[in-house]
């Protein structure tokens, strides 16, 4: 059983940066991908970033692509999203979420953490 919690969420103004957290208890080893999604008031949940190890690559949604960094440290069994330049069209609900590798649903979710983006 995987379990996950955002944090580092807040209020930023345009422009500015943001990190977020995302700490699973229990293992995510390469067995697991680990991806962010977020939420927008009346939009759906879209994922916007993705870590696969083994060997370690990424996916970026064309919204976020150079703005924002996923990574994640096996050590500590936390994942992270840098967001730089941030936009008013970036405020949303922040979730991380994990799926086994090779499956087609993320089934282990965090609570979500609120990013808002003052413009």
């Known amino acids: 059983q995987v379990q996950l919690a955002e944090s580092g969420g807040g209020l930023v103004q345009a422009g500015g940066s943001l990190r977020l957290s995302c700490t699973a208890s229990?293992?995510?080893?390469?067995?697991?991908?680990l991806g962010w999604f977020r939420q927008a008031p009346g939009k759906e949940r879209e994922l916007i970033a993705a870590?696969?190890?083994?060997?370690?690559?990424?996916y970026y949604s064309d919204s976020v692509k150079g703005r924002f960094t996923v990574s994640r440290d096996s050590a500590k069994n936390t994942l992270y999203l840098q967001m730089n330049s941030l936009r008013a069209e970036d405020t949303a609900v922040y979730y991380c979420?994990?799926?086994?590798?090779?499956?087609?649903?993320?089934?282990?979710w965090g609570p979500g953490t609120q990013v808002t983006v003052s413009s």
């Open positions: 870590i696969y190890a083994g060997p370690t690559s990424t």
């Open positions: 979420a994990a799926k086994q590798r090779g499956g087609t649903t993320y089934g282990y």
């Open positions: 229990g293992r995510t080893n390469y067995n697991y991908v």
